[in-house]
């Protein structure tokens, strides 16, 4: 919105050229969401406060949580603020991409919003069911394939680019639509699994967007991409900013949200994050980098597949409680132990997922 004012002003005054520069409005895309979550922050815990939007706990979790009960949740909710507005701000919204990342992010947002306000206002401890949230993230998730597939203009906007192979690349064809679809309903859940403790999933996701900001770029500029042997996707570079707002805003979620927490994000927020992730991983032809930065939110979820995929089958649990952080804390984890180190894993991981650029 503002790349237009500044456009009009760059007639008048030279300086205002700095705006075309995408590092430039990313970095702004950043500051923006960070600040807004500073400010609008404590007002929104202290609303959340009033109105007893609380967190519930699982009776049969770790006794270190149940002093959690009752603490702010929906907090995604601010999250989604500051990613819309700085995204909005520093865009160039004549962008489609810019837009089917939004939109599926905030479409998923009101599926976890849904949820939240069944189990935590309507005291509807189930909220949605499985099938019911399954039932709506397939349809905000299908309509987003079907879209990115019906708006592709280039044969390398539906390949498949297998990372350390630059030979490698199969084409999808409609198989686009379904890897799309399982990459971003797969990815919402998997954030969701991982939310379960202070920070856990918040500093991941800001790590994982960080790196998909750097693949937009790379990606969306002719040279750098022809150089790296990367895929080139014309207009694909505006998502740097809508990654910077991730990263801005969940850095300032994250000082609300760092152990003790203040505040929860809730599904609104996991589920969002998740499938802006996914659908940021598409657009910029990265599915399988994702899964190996996204390494933490994949074992997360896998965990909880193996728990009752054997408990159905043989009455017995692979691990002591599922998701996977929650079985390292029965063994004796310090919640902070378990945060920190699976941050240094995510560290690890998205170095890994960025070296994929060179080693081909």
Known sequence: MLLYVADFLSNYFSIFNVFQYLTFRAILGVLTALIISFV??????????????????????????????????MGGALILVAIAISTLLWSDLSSGYVWIV???????????????????VEKNSDGLSARQKLL???????????????????????TLIVPFFKDIAIDLG?????LTYLVIVGSSNAVNFT????????????????????????????KFAEYLSIPYVAGVGEVIIFCGAIVGAGLGFLWFNTYPAQVFMGDVGALALGAALGVVAVVVRQ?????????????????????VVSYKL??????????????????????????????????????????TLKLR
């Open 287 to 307: 599915e399988l980098v994702l899964f190996i930065m996204g390494g933490v939110f994949v074992i997360e979820m896998v965990s909880v597949i193996l728990q």
């Open 102 to 120: 939004l939109l599926v992010t905030l479409a998923f947002g009101a599926i976890g919003w849904v949820d939240d306000y069944k189990k935590i």
């Open 40 to 73: 609008v922050g404590p007002i929104m815990i202290k609303k959340l406060s009033h109105y007893q939007i609380g967190q519930t706990i699982r009776e049969d979790g770790p006794e270190s949580h149940l002093e959690k009960a009752g603490t702010p949740t």
């Open 174 to 178: 409609l198989g686009f639509i379904l």
């Open 136 to 158: 709506w993230q397939s349809v905000a998730g299908l309509c987003a394939a079907v879209l990115l597939y019906a708006t592709a203009t280039s044969p390398v906007e539906t």
């Open 314 to 355: 043989t009455g017995k649990r692979i691990f002591r409680m599922a998701p996977l952080h929650h079985h390292y804390e029965l063994q004796g984890w310090a919640e902070p132990k378990v945060i920190v180190r699976f941050w240094i894993i995510t560290v690890i991981l998205v170095l890994v997922g960025l070296a």
């Open 195 to 222: 939310d379960g403790l202070d920070g856990l999933a918040i500093m991941p996701t800001v790590l994982v967007a960080g790196a998909l900001a750097i693949f937009a770029y790379l990606s969306g500029h002719v």
